[in-house]
């Protein structure tokens, strides 16, 4: 009886039957949009938070820069909100290439 183990090198997935390897990727691909949905969520939530506290969007605020009178908060705050506006970036990128992708595979089908 032969066991197929996954090794960093390995390429099991390619030797599953075709029609394993699409119900794989399109479960796969199900599962990973909807968690990149909560997190762009999750971030632009955050990102929306901030603009109600400051009354403005992170673009206008950088090209302002900081009030002189800036607190500690709003240095903090200020570095959480690009946290959180890279992350939306990096997640619609990712969710954009994904949606490509899959939409690409179902044309295959």
């Known amino acids: 009886m032969s066991t197929k183990t996954l090794t960093p090198g390995g390429d099991v997935f390619a030797t ?17 949009l909807l968690d990149l949905q909560k997190r762009l ?14 009354g403005t969007t992170l673009g206008m605020l950088e090209s ?3 009030p002189e009178d800036a607190d500690y908060e709003m ?8 946290y959180w506006a890279r992350v939306c970036r990096k997640t619609q990128d990712t969710l954009d290439v994904l949606m490509s ?9």
Do not use: C, M
């Open 75 to 82: 240095h903090e705050d200020y570095i959480e909100w690009h």
């Open 41 to 54: 969520a999750q971030a632009q939530e955050n990102v929306q938070k901030f603009e109600a506290k400051y």
């Open 64 to 66: 302002k820069g900081l």
């Open 101 to 109: 992708v899959s939409k690409e595979h179902e044309l295959e089908r």
């Open 16 to 32: 599953l039957p075709w029609d394993d390897q699409k119900d794989l990727f399109n479960i796969s691909t199900v599962f990973r």
